[in-house]
């Protein structure tokens, strides 16, 4: 069984920083992508950035120059550093991962539960 874990959400003025993690754990055979996506209430999921196991990295415009995403493969962990911080960035955020179990050839996508940020005005 396969788990990730999402942590560092929070409270933080417009223009103030916060950071990220996530965590997988269980068998794990190996991690392909990882990502981060974003929900605002009443709007669909949207893709933040991805990070591939060799750390090529892609972001969505709306957050280009101001996110930085990460992986620690040691870990099984990746982050993302969101400076610069908008109203508009408050959603939930959610930690995505491409992982083949040990015990299979096949890779399956695992969701966090969701952290919640939030940028006030």
């Known amino acids: 069984q396969v788990q990730l874990v999402e942590s560092g959400g929070g409270l933080v003025q417009a223009g103030g920083s916060l950071r990220l993690s996530c965590a997988a754990s269980?068998?794990?055979?190996?991690?392909?992508?990882m990502s981060w996506y974003r929900q605002a209430p009443g709007a669909q999921r949207e893709l933040v950035a991805t990070i591939t196991s060799g750390g090529s990295s892609n972001y969505a415009d709306s957050v280009k120059g101001r996110f930085t995403i990460s992986r620690d493969n040691a870990k099984n962990a990746v982050y993302l550093q969101m400076n610069s911080l908008k109203p508009e960035d408050t959603a939930v955020y959610y930690c995505?991962?491409?992982?083949?179990?040990?015990?299979?050839?096949?890779?399956?996508?695992?969701w966090g539960q969701g952290t919640q940020v939030t940028v006030s005005s």
């Open positions: 269980g068998s794990i055979g190996s991690i392909n992508v």
């Open positions: 995505n991962a491409n992982i083949r179990s040990r015990f299979t050839s096949i890779y399956l996508d695992y």
